[in-house]
């Protein structure tokens, strides 16, 4: 008798529950047979993209994109080698991605998810060279769970592509730790550069793993390789350009960093530190809590402790001495970052540790003497496909829910889509050519970038750390518009550089407001100045 067989000959109730089983036994043989296991986890990945989009889409309806998306689509309209906060990497991307897809605001989500799950599939090229293949799969499974790779993941910026950049660059140390090779270190140096690209930030994972080759016992077999010189030889080669760049700009990424991270205080300092602690592990929390129902989860009447009695004897499924470099990397890029924080009076953002936490289910389930069966992966699962198809449901719940009577600056519910749209129009009827530049902070000018369908580039009034995108005197050239909020604390600031340079201008005063499904959202009131083009101001 076969398996379908043998379910439709016992009691409706008793099948259901065999048919799960046999459900849940087919997708644990799929995900870690070696002919289909890559292929599993990429569908995986593709379905938490394809469904996350939706969820964000629908539950940022009534919002607009986060200015770090609306910047990283401004530099991707040019590809330079920096854009004055940060290396270039990010911007490219962008700039690739948009020149596929409409610039829209479900694009942007699409994007963010397409980076989250080209991270899940890394991760899990990671895990197979620590553990067997049921393990691996489950630690794709919690990270798609991490509210990193769904609800949090929605803005795509530096610290969102970090989750391919940082994950590549350990799978490339795991390779060359294991084959000491020349190829090995030449993919090594260039994983490296592309984390260093992506944000400096990827030095982090780049000295952790150092430190573990350090602290390992089969350290000198590595260091005698070619595998990391020729690593430090492509990562120098690699970054020269960008080290070229960075001497023209005078060190402009540092002098950002220094401006706006620099405190002089070190209790402020640990204040932001523990918040960044607790945040991070508040996020980790669901992730740890699904991975320990998956595993250790009993019928009502048999004690859950049950199965951890069973985790007495040591996995062969963990390759022990790769398992001590994820430890080693993992317990310093989570401990460090906040220590030296505080010893160095830096404000640590909460958005920093986005990046630094994809190896804590891998580390978790490389314990040797965790006992995982295979039906948990069918439990994990369903843990992230009930937890989706919730968020699926209540997405739009949410978003009406979220629009609100007040906005802080910058905040997503300003109505700069119609605004940007409304702008445009100005500029299309005085002078019947494209918006070329739009001068405001960062918080005002980047959503005008994206929404407005001529793109202007950028110029931020006083910035030192410029994204040389445009210049003062090609905005005078071309024309500009120039954007103070009204409700924005530098607004002194802005008046005073648009009396300098904008003393021509034609001034406007501009409201808007948010309407979605009935409720309304803050009134935003702008300053407007429009500049004509230098040779009509003639």
């Given at each position: 008798m076969t398996d379908v067989q043998s379910i439709k000959a016992l009691p409706t109730r008793a099948r259901r529950g065999r048919g799960v089983r046999l459900l849940a036994a087919r997708l644990a043989l799929w995900a870690t047979d070696e002919s289909t296991a890559p292929a599993?986890?990429?569908?995986f990945a593709a379905l938490h993209a394809a469904l996350w989009t939706v969820i964000l889409t629908a539950l940022k309806a009534a919002q607009d994109v986060h200015m770090d998306v609306a910047e990283a689509f401004a530099w991707g309209q040019q590809f330079l080698l920096g854009y004055g906060k940060h290396p270039p990497l990010s911007g490219w991307v962008a700039g690739l991605w948009f020149r596929v897809f409409p610039v829209?605001?479900?694009?942007?989500?699409?994007l963010a998810m397409a980076t989250v799950s080209v991270g899940l599939v890394v991760c899990w090229y990671i895990a197979v060279r620590v553990v067997d293949r049921r393990r691996a799969f489950l630690t794709v499974v919690m990270l798609a769970i991490y509210p990193i790779f769904n609800f949090k993941g929605f803005k795509y910026n530096t610290d969102?592509?970090?989750l391919v950049t940082l994950p590549l660059i350990v799978l490339a140390f795991l390779s060359a730790f294991e084959r000491r090779s020349v190829r090995a270190g030449v993919w090594l140096g260039l994983a490296a550069v592309a984390g260093v690209m992506t944000k400096y930030w990827a030095?982090?994972?780049i000295g952790a793993a150092g430190l573990a080759v350090l602290a390992h016992p089969d350290r000198m077999r590595f260091i005698r390789s070619p595998a990391p010189w020729v690593a430090l030889v492509v990562l120098i080669a690699g970054l020269a350009p960008h080290v070229w760049w960075l001497v023209q700009v005078n060190f402009a990424p540092f002098t950002y960093a220094g401006d706006v991270y620099e405190l002089g205080s070190r209790t402020r300092a640990a204040q932001f530190a523990l918040l960044y602690v607790g945040h991070n592990i508040a996020l980790l929390t669901p992730v740890l809590l699904a991975g320990w129902g998956a595993l250790f989860w009993q019928p009502l009447n048999q004690p859950w402790w049950r199965s951890m009695i069973r985790m007495s004897q040591a996995s062969t499924g963990v390759d022990l001495a790769q398992a001590r470099n994820v430890w080693m990397i993992q317990g310093i890029i989570g401990l460090v970052p906040p220590v030296a924080a505080v010893a160095f009076a830096i404000y640590i953002k909460t958005d920093w540790g986005i990046p630094l936490f994809f190896l804590v289910p891998l580390?978790?389930?490389?314990?040797?003497?965790?006992?995982v069966q295979r039906i948990a992966i069918g439990r994990l699962v369903l843990i992230w496909l009930a937890m989706t198809l919730v968020a699926l449901v209540v997405a739009p719940l949410i978003a009406q829910s979220s629009v609100k009577q007040t906005a802080g600056i910058g905040s997503t519910s300003t109505p700069t889509a119609q605004f940007a749209q409304q702008l445009t129009d100005i500029w299309h009827t005085r002078f019947r050519s494209r918006w070329a530049v739009v001068a405001a902070t960062t918080e005002a000018g980047q959503p005008?970038?994206?929404?407005s369908p001529d793109h202007p580039a950028p110029l931020t009034p006083g910035e030192l750390w410029s994204s040389g995108l445009t210049s003062l005197d090609e905005a005078k050239r071309l024309g500009f518009i120039g954007i103070c909020d009204q409700g924005d604390y530098r607004l002194g600031i802005c008046e005073a550089w648009m009396a300098?340079?904008?003393?021509?201008?034609e001034q406007l005063n501009i409201s808007a407001r948010r309407f979605f499904h009935g409720a309304s959202g803050p009134l935003v009131r702008w300053k407007v100045y429009v500049v004509p083009p230098a040779a009509l101001a003639q």
């Amino acid at each position: 008798m076969t398996d379908v067989q043998s379910i439709k000959a016992l009691p409706t109730r008793a099948r259901r529950g065999r048919g799960v089983r046999l459900l849940a036994a087919r997708l644990a043989l799929w995900a870690t047979d070696e002919s289909t296991a890559p292929a599993a986890v990429i569908w995986f990945a593709a379905l938490h993209a394809a469904l996350w989009t939706v969820i964000l889409t629908a539950l940022k309806a009534a919002q607009d994109v986060h200015m770090d998306v609306a910047e990283a689509f401004a530099w991707g309209q040019q590809f330079l080698l920096g854009y004055g906060k940060h290396p270039p990497l990010s911007g490219w991307v962008a700039g690739l991605w948009f020149r596929v897809f409409p610039v829209t605001d479900w694009s942007s989500y699409a994007l963010a998810m397409a980076t989250v799950s080209v991270g899940l599939v890394v991760c899990w090229y990671i895990a197979v060279r620590v553990v067997d293949r049921r393990r691996a799969f489950l630690t794709v499974v919690m990270l798609a769970i991490y509210p990193i790779f769904n609800f949090k993941g929605f803005k795509y910026n530096t610290d969102l592509l970090q989750l391919v950049t940082l994950p590549l660059i350990v799978l490339a140390f795991l390779s060359a730790f294991e084959r000491r090779s020349v190829r090995a270190g030449v993919w090594l140096g260039l994983a490296a550069v592309a984390g260093v690209m992506t944000k400096y930030w990827a030095f982090t994972v780049i000295g952790a793993a150092g430190l573990a080759v350090l602290a390992h016992p089969d350290r000198m077999r590595f260091i005698r390789s070619p595998a990391p010189w020729v690593a430090l030889v492509v990562l120098i080669a690699g970054l020269a350009p960008h080290v070229w760049w960075l001497v023209q700009v005078n060190f402009a990424p540092f002098t950002y960093a220094g401006d706006v991270y620099e405190l002089g205080s070190r209790t402020r300092a640990a204040q932001f530190a523990l918040l960044y602690v607790g945040h991070n592990i508040a996020l980790l929390t669901p992730v740890l809590l699904a991975g320990w129902g998956a595993l250790f989860w009993q019928p009502l009447n048999q004690p859950w402790w049950r199965s951890m009695i069973r985790m007495s004897q040591a996995s062969t499924g963990v390759d022990l001495a790769q398992a001590r470099n994820v430890w080693m990397i993992q317990g310093i890029i989570g401990l460090v970052p906040p220590v030296a924080a505080v010893a160095f009076a830096i404000y640590i953002k909460t958005d920093w540790g986005i990046p630094l936490f994809f190896l804590v289910p891998l580390a978790c389930l490389a314990i040797p003497h965790l006992r995982v069966q295979r039906i948990a992966i069918g439990r994990l699962v369903l843990i992230w496909l009930a937890m989706t198809l919730v968020a699926l449901v209540v997405a739009p719940l949410i978003a009406q829910s979220s629009v609100k009577q007040t906005a802080g600056i910058g905040s997503t519910s300003t109505p700069t889509a119609q605004f940007a749209q409304q702008l445009t129009d100005i500029w299309h009827t005085r002078f019947r050519s494209r918006w070329a530049v739009v001068a405001a902070t960062t918080e005002a000018g980047q959503p005008m970038v994206f929404y407005s369908p001529d793109h202007p580039a950028p110029l931020t009034p006083g910035e030192l750390w410029s994204s040389g995108l445009t210049s003062l005197d090609e905005a005078k050239r071309l024309g500009f518009i120039g954007i103070c909020d009204q409700g924005d604390y530098r607004l002194g600031i802005c008046e005073a550089w648009m009396a300098k340079h904008a003393a021509n201008a034609e001034q406007l005063n501009i409201s808007a407001r948010r309407f979605f499904h009935g409720a309304s959202g803050p009134l935003v009131r702008w300053k407007v100045y429009v500049v004509p083009p230098a040779a009509l101001a003639q």
